[in-house]
């Protein structure tokens, strides 16, 4: 099925483009090496349940939900900005 101007296929590859992105950028979040005893930011004690289920975890639970929320979600490629998008 044609879209506008694009050409048949077009949309799912932008989509599944945008999905790759997206798993790209959680495997890079994800910590590496050995995991800490005590949180970076606050120095609270990381339960040893948390270390084992999470290799490579630098912060406790709190500090961790802080962190998340305070990053931002930046996609590698712009791919609302075609026309369709904006008239929706």
């Not at 930011?41 to 339960?47: G, T």
């Not at 961790?64 to 712009?78: G, I, P, T, W």
């Amino acid at each position: 099925m044609a879209v506008g101007w694009s050409r048949d296929g077009a949309v799912q590859e932008q989509i599944d483009a945008t999905v790759e992105s997206e798993i790209e950028l959680a495997r890079k979040r994800l910590p590496v090496g050995e995991s800490l005893t005590h949180c970076e930011e606050c120095d609270a004690a990381i339960p040893e349940a948390r270390r084992k289920a999470l290799p490579g975890v630098r912060y406790c639970v709190a500090c961790q939900s802080e962190v998340e929320r305070n990053q931002k979600s930046a996609a590698l490629y712009n791919r609302r900005g075609s026309k369709d998008s904006q008239l929706k």
